[in-house]
RNA sequence: AGGCGCGUAGCUCAGUUGGCAGAGCGCUGCCUCGACACGGCAGAGGUCUGGGGUUCAAGUCCCCACGCGCCUACCA
């Protein structure tokens, strides 16, 4: 069998993905245990419009280890897919089409418009599938979900129908934030602030009677055409006398009040605030708060309205702002202007600044599901964040400060508002429009033109993608879901909505856990985004250096945030090339073996390193469980690297190679195969959740990998190494003896092998080795392995006895455990560097030792710590001052 | 303005109940030794940002300072 030196990942990657989607391996039905227990994970979609990004793979490989690591534990277990219909991204990608063709919405019509969605979604829409199936992920596309498919829209009317009819859901004329540009309100948390230099404009309001007056602040002018009273703090000295006074406004003629109001902070410019309630969330409050009249100023273009007077209808909102502040210094009524920096709202998406509006609107009240979401998590610490700081605290902070949401939009692709007007303006809310008429008493119906806000669909998520509000099977399987993973980006928009409403119409949590990844930044620590043009496209890295590498870094990544570098990939994509190698080399000396799982039993009998491999095996296999059920993704690819470059290929194949290379057939040899080929196996079983694609690869090359190795609960499947057993970590075979003699060994191994490089005996060259060690359980373990040791330094003798008996002119070492070694080196030895070498060691063992005493010569050490760690410290400095007194008589003898 | 997080080797990052400071890359030297040069072996490199405190013991817990980042907010 030919098997190329270099991993080619393209070649792995391409036929198991269909492979195991055909045989429905992603399915929970290929699950045969009517006990099994059931493990869920519902896709946060993506958007229809979008494509796949870092972000994506990364949540995309986090899931899949744990879905593959459940699968290969026994549990049922799916991973939804699907979508988010996305609605304003896809309408505006929609209509930037349309315009190639000079075309706009309102052209073709609502009716065409959305057709012409629909063909754009079947035509080009949903890249994102085809990536995550080269991704790997194993998600059940049987099961795939769109938002807008009609029993996920069915959802949303029920929803809506629900909520309405206890009084949550209202419609309401109230003040809102408005994109002038996308023409629609949007809610709070799709407006982003962002810092802007700006001006403070000092405007003087005189007296009604002409006498005195008052000057506020603002920093948009233009809406005091708006203005219907100006507020003081009621405490405010400066004030007194003129709350309850009439001011004049400038430009308009129009008189107005003096009031009275707590939000105004005195220490602010001068105190005193102009009120416009028509065009400012808290002048909005303060206007409700005295009954002052709204006067629209700006309609929903941003432009001045009829209102604003002859002079203004119809400008630009900031040209008004320069002819408003143009008429103010004319009449000498603009005090001053000084530069002034604030925050400033801005639409999320088309960056335009916002105009808050007051308009006509659906909103959700939020105060009643805020409540028992936060007595869930207060009750029964539900969601569980990980991690926990500073999740839940965010989580909890927000949702404590929660105001109602404005779930209308004025579009046209998403769920349309099942409401209905009757011609005399009656409201009807109802599941179908049929169900409106019956209720209306009328067929002269107009449905309610908006439609919902994406999000209020993506809410219903975890259990509209399982059929709700039918009672399915999947439903009663699979919710609550298990984890939920995705981005802190969305822990607003969607986790906590999620909640809200898995509580008010489940009656239950959606997600048990919540794991919050980290954010992959680039080289310069900067977000990645498409503005910026600094992202990093996931299915270059993926030519570049191979699926498996990239989702083994992306893996690591865990929940911290990390700049991205090509760097760490590149590592990973070697160790697929160790991991491709190591297999490589038990598979050209596998004749006569097969995988036999009775060679993973340990016995005494056994070669030390064989006892020690299966020991590691089995402490890895705990380890990485216990990693992945605490969701430490990264402690979690450590342990598997470094057991398999390590302890499988530095030490284990090089000890075991003597046996599994020898030439002639020998039931010994058969054995030394088999326990690699299994040992093996082992390993690509333990990497497999994180490295799909190169472990079923080589898993399908090894002699004796077939349908028996499956886990009990896919009996019946095609063999693949996804559907094997998970190893189990079990702690009677680890063997802490076979590891304490192993590193004896190592230990031994790596100082003759310093002595080599530091005396520059050439690697060719075979040397004598001489072991003196008091302690005879030592010197049978030196040995018992001295064919292995003779193997790994080249040596041409190895000898061992009680007592060190070697020639001056030698190198020595001393050993853990009190033994020491030497390697004669008669006319070699250059006792300058031989002494330099001593010394070297000797200083670090005793810059350790000065450190151990002085702590053990602490009497309140000895009193207040545990006694295990002063014995402990006591025997550390017993074997170092052992060392050193060997060390000194070695240098002492020298020459 | 408040809240939160981070600062560990040249670089990117681990370090979960306080108990011997780690990895990868990079760097130095040696090596075509029959799995792998995307490799092997041996090394160098750290006042864990600074300053106080708690403790027998602090990278880890507390306080202060400096630097960097993120989130929330109704200061016109």
Same mark, same amino acid.
Request: aromatic residues 8%; proline residues 5%.
């Given at each position: =069998?030919?098997i190329?030196?270099q991993y080619?990942p393209?070649?792995?990657e391409?036929?198991h993905?269909e492979?195991w989607?055909?045989?429905g391996? +992603?399915a929970?039905?290929?699950?045969? !245990?009517?006990?099994?227990?059931a493990?869920s994970?519902?896709?946060?979609?993506?958007?229809?419009t979008g494509s796949?990004?870092?972000?994506?793979?990364?949540?995309?490989?986090?899931?899949?280890v744990?879905t593959?690591?459940?699968? =290969?534990?026994g549990?049922? $277990?799916?991973?939804?897919?699907?979508?988010?219909?996305?609605?304003i991204?896809?309408?505006?990608?929609?209509?930037?089409?349309l315009?190639?063709?000079?075309l706009?919405?309102?052209?073709?019509?609502?009716e065409?418009?959305?057709?012409r969605?629909?063909?754009?979604?079947?035509?080009?829409g949903?890249?994102?599938?085809?990536?995550?199936?080269?991704e790997?992920a194993?998600v059940?596309?049987s099961?795939?979900k769109?938002?807008?498919?009609? !029993?996920?829209s069915r959802?949303?009317r029920e929803?809506f129908?629900? *909520?309405?009819?206890?009084?949550?859901?209202?419609?309401?004329?109230?003040?809102?934030?408005w994109?002038?540009n !996308?023409? $629609?309100?949007?809610?709070?948390l799709?407006?982003?602030?962002?810092?802007?230099?700006?001006?403070?404009?000092?405007?003087?309001y005189?007296?009604?009677n002409?006498?005195?007056g #008052?000057?506020v602040a603002?920093?948009r002018?233009?809406?005091m055409l708006?203005?219907? &009273?100006? &507020?003081v703090n009621?405490n405010?000295e400066?004030?007194?006398?003129?709350?309850?006074?009439?001011l004049?406004?400038?430009?308009?003629?129009?008189?107005i009040?003096i009031?009275?109001?707590?939000?105004v !902070?005195?220490? +602010?410019?001068?105190?005193a605030?102009? #009120?416009t309630p028509?065009?400012?969330?808290?002048?909005?409050? =303060?206007?409700?708060?005295?009954n002052?009249?709204q006067?629209?100023v700006?309609d @929903?273009?941003?432009?001045?309205?009829?209102?604003?007077?002859?002079?203004? &209808?119809?400008?630009?909102?900031y040209?008004?702002?320069?002819?408003? #502040?143009?008429?103010?210094?004319?009449?000498?009524?603009l005090?001053?202007?000084v530069?002034?920096?604030? /925050?400033?709202?801005?639409?999320?998406?088309?960056?335009?600044?916002?105009e808050?509006?007051?308009? =006509?609107q659906?909103f959700l009240?939020?105060?009643?599901?805020?409540d028992?979401?936060?007595?869930?998590?207060a009750?029964?610490?539900?969601?569980?964040?990980v991690?926990?700081v500073p999740?839940?605290?965010?989580?909890?902070?927000?949702?404590?400060?929660l105001?109602?949401?404005?779930?209308?939009r004025q579009?046209?692709?998403?769920?349309?508002?099942?409401?209905?007007?009757?011609?005399?303006?009656e409201?009807?809310v109802?599941?179908?429009?049929?169900?409106a008429?019956?209720?209306?008493?009328?067929d002269?119906?107009? @449905?309610?033109?908006?439609v919902?806000?994406t999000?209020?669909s993506s809410?219903l998520w975890p259990?509209?993608?399982?059929?709700?509000?039918?009672? $399915?099977?999947?439903?009663d399987?699979?919710?609550?879901? /298990?984890?939920?993973?995705?981005?802190r %980006?969305?822990?607003?928009?969607?986790?906590?909505?999620?909640?809200m409403?898995?509580?008010k119409?489940?009656?239950?949590e959606?997600f048990?856990?919540?794991?919050i990844?980290? $954010?992959?930044?680039?080289a310069?620590?900067q977000?990645?985004?498409?503005t910026?043009?600094?992202?990093i %496209?996931?299915?270059?890295?993926?030519d570049?250096y191979?699926v498996?590498?990239?989702?083994l870094k992306l893996?690591?990544v865990g929940?911290?945030?990390?700049?991205?570098?090509?760097k760490?990939?590149?590592s990973?994509r070697n160790f697929?090339?160790?991991?491709?190698?190591?297999?490589?080399?038990?598979?050209?000396?596998?004749?006569?073996?097969?995988i036999?799982s009775?060679?993973?039993?340990?016995?005494?009998?056994l070669?030390?390193h064989?006892?020690w491999?299966?020991?590691r095996?089995?402490?890895?296999?705990?380890?990485v469980?216990a990693a992945l059920?605490g969701? @430490?993704?990264?402690?979690?690819?450590?342990t598997?690297?470094h057991f +398999?470059?390590?302890d499988?290929?530095?030490?284990y194949?090089?000890?075991t190679?003597?046996a599994?290379?020898a030439?002639?057939?020998?039931?010994?040899?058969?054995?030394?195969r088999?326990?690699?080929l299994?040992?093996?196996?082992?390993?690509?079983r333990?990497?497999?959740?994180?490295m799909?694609?190169i472990t079923e690869?080589?898993w399908?090359?090894l002699?004796?990998?077939?349908?028996?190795?499956?886990h009990?609960?896919y009996?019946q499947?095609?063999?693949?190494?996804?559907?094997?057993?998970?190893?189990?970590?079990?702690?009677?075979l680890?063997?802490?003896?076979?590891?304490w003699?192993?590193?004896?060994i190592?230990?031994l191994?790596?100082?003759?092998?310093?002595?080599?490089s530091?005396? @520059?005996i050439?690697?060719g060259?075979?040397i004598?080795?001489?072991?003196g060690?008091?302690?005879?359980k030592?010197?049978a373990v030196?040995?018992?392995?001295?064919?292995?040791?003779t193997?790994?330094?080249?040596?041409s003798?190895?000898?061992?006895s009680?007592?060190?008996?070697?020639p001056?002119? /030698?190198?020595?070492a001393?050993l853990?455990g009190?033994g020491?070694v030497a390697?004669?080196?008669?006319?070699?030895i250059?006792f300058?560097v031989?002494?330099?070498r001593?010394?070297k060691?000797k200083e670090?063992l005793?810059s350790?030792?000065?450190?151990?005493?002085?702590?053990?010569?602490?009497?309140q050490?000895?009193e207040?710590?545990p006694?295990?760690?002063?014995?402990?410290?006591? &025997?550390?400095i017993?074997d170092?001052?052992?060392?050193?007194?060997? *060390?000194d008589?070695?240098i002492?003898n020298?020459?």
């Amino acid at each position: =069998m030919e098997i190329s030196k270099q991993y080619d990942p393209k070649q792995a990657e391409q036929h198991h993905y269909e492979r195991w989607e055909q045989q429905g391996c +992603f399915a929970p039905e290929i699950n045969r !245990d009517d006990n099994a227990p059931a493990f869920s994970i519902v896709i946060p979609p993506p958007n229809v419009t979008g494509s796949l990004h870092m972000g994506h793979a990364l949540q995309h490989t986090m899931m899949d280890v744990i879905t593959r690591y459940k699968r =290969m534990c026994g549990y049922r $277990t799916m991973w939804l897919p699907g979508m988010d219909h996305a609605g304003i991204s896809t309408q505006l990608m929609v209509s930037r089409e349309l315009k190639k063709e000079n075309l706009t919405r309102h052209d073709l019509g609502r009716e065409r418009f959305i057709e012409r969605v629909w063909k754009w979604k079947k035509e080009s829409g949903g890249q994102i599938t085809k990536q995550m199936r080269r991704e790997g992920a194993s998600v059940d596309w049987s099961r795939e979900k769109f938002t807008m498919d009609e !029993d996920l829209s069915r959802a949303v009317r029920e929803v809506f129908v629900r *909520l309405y009819d206890e009084g949550m859901i209202y419609r309401g004329n109230r003040i809102v934030n408005w994109c002038p540009n !996308d023409q $629609t309100v949007l809610s709070d948390l799709e407006v982003e602030k962002t810092p802007q230099a700006g001006k403070l404009y000092y405007l003087r309001y005189p007296a009604k009677n002409g006498e005195g007056g #008052v000057t506020v602040a603002t920093t948009r002018p233009e809406t005091m055409l708006g203005d219907t &009273a100006v &507020a003081v703090n009621p405490n405010d000295e400066r004030y007194q006398s003129l709350i309850g006074k009439t001011l004049s406004l400038p430009l308009t003629g129009r008189e107005i009040p003096i009031v009275a109001d707590g939000f105004v !902070d005195a220490e +602010f410019g001068t105190g005193a605030v102009k #009120v416009t309630p028509a065009h400012d969330p808290n002048d909005y409050d =303060m206007g409700v708060r005295h009954n002052l009249e709204q006067i629209v100023v700006i309609d @929903q273009y941003a432009k001045m309205t009829e209102a604003a007077g002859a002079e203004f &209808a119809g400008l630009d909102r900031y040209k008004a702002r320069a002819k408003v #502040v143009e008429k103010f210094e004319e009449s000498g009524l603009l005090e001053r202007v000084v530069d002034y920096e604030f /925050s400033i709202s801005k639409c999320e998406r088309c960056k335009t600044v916002i105009e808050p509006l007051i308009s =006509m609107q659906w909103f959700l009240r939020m105060d009643e599901l805020r409540d028992e979401a936060l007595k869930l998590l207060a009750s029964q610490k539900l969601p569980q964040f990980v991690p926990e700081v500073p999740y839940e605290k965010v989580y909890s902070s927000w949702l404590e400060n929660l105001r109602d949401w404005t779930i209308s939009r004025q579009l046209w692709w998403g769920h349309q508002i099942p409401a209905w007007y009757t011609p005399e303006g009656e409201v009807i809310v109802a599941r179908t429009e049929a169900e409106a008429r019956a209720q209306a008493g009328t067929d002269e119906l107009t @449905q309610d033109p908006d439609v919902l806000d994406t999000w209020f669909s993506s809410q219903l998520w975890p259990f509209s993608a399982m059929g709700w509000p039918e009672q $399915t099977k999947d439903l009663d399987t699979f919710y609550p879901t /298990s984890v939920l993973m995705t981005g802190r %980006d969305i822990i607003f928009l969607w986790v906590s909505r999620m909640v809200m409403m898995g509580l008010k119409l489940m009656k239950r949590e959606p997600f048990a856990d919540v794991f919050i990844t980290g $954010t992959i930044l680039d080289a310069h620590g900067q977000r990645m985004s498409k503005t910026k043009m600094n992202g990093i %496209d996931p299915l270059e890295v993926f030519d570049k250096y191979g699926v498996d590498a990239t989702r083994l870094k992306l893996a690591s990544v865990g929940s911290t945030d990390i700049r991205w570098s090509d760097k760490q990939v590149e590592s990973y994509r070697n160790f697929a090339n160790k991991i491709w190698n190591a297999s490589r080399f038990a598979l050209m000396n596998s004749e006569g073996a097969t995988i036999d799982s009775q060679s993973l039993v340990a016995s005494p009998e056994l070669a030390l390193h064989d006892r020690w491999i299966l020991s590691r095996l089995h402490r890895t296999a705990g380890e990485v469980r216990a990693a992945l059920s605490g969701y @430490q993704f990264h402690e979690a690819v450590q342990t598997l690297y470094h057991f +398999f470059w390590d302890d499988f290929c530095d030490w284990y194949i090089e000890l075991t190679k003597a046996a599994v290379t020898a030439e002639d057939a020998s039931a010994q040899r058969t054995a030394a195969r088999t326990r690699l080929l299994s040992v093996l196996e082992q390993a690509l079983r333990l990497l497999h959740p994180f490295m799909p694609y190169i472990t079923e690869e080589l898993w399908q090359q090894l002699p004796g990998a077939g349908k028996h190795l499956l886990h009990p609960a896919y009996q019946q499947a095609e063999p693949t190494i996804m559907l094997t057993a998970y190893p189990e970590a079990e702690s009677a075979l680890i063997d802490e003896g076979a590891e304490w003699e192993m590193q004896a060994i190592i230990d031994l191994i790596s100082r003759v092998r310093n002595i080599r490089s530091e005396m @520059q005996i050439k690697p060719g060259e075979s040397i004598p080795v001489l072991i003196g060690a008091p302690d005879e359980k030592l010197r049978a373990v030196y040995s018992a392995n001295s064919n292995q040791i003779t193997r790994l330094l080249r040596a041409s003798d190895v000898s061992i006895s009680d007592q060190l008996h070697a020639p001056q002119a /030698s190198a020595r070492a001393v050993l853990v455990g009190g033994g020491e070694v030497a390697v004669p080196l008669a006319g070699l030895i250059d006792f300058e560097v031989e002494r330099q070498r001593l010394n070297k060691e000797k200083e670090k063992l005793a810059s350790e030792a000065s450190k151990l005493e002085a702590q053990i010569a602490n009497p309140q050490f000895a009193e207040r710590a545990p006694a295990e760690k002063v014995d402990e410290v006591r &025997a550390r400095i017993a074997d170092i001052g052992q060392r050193l007194t060997q *060390l000194d008589q070695t240098i002492a003898n020298l020459q």
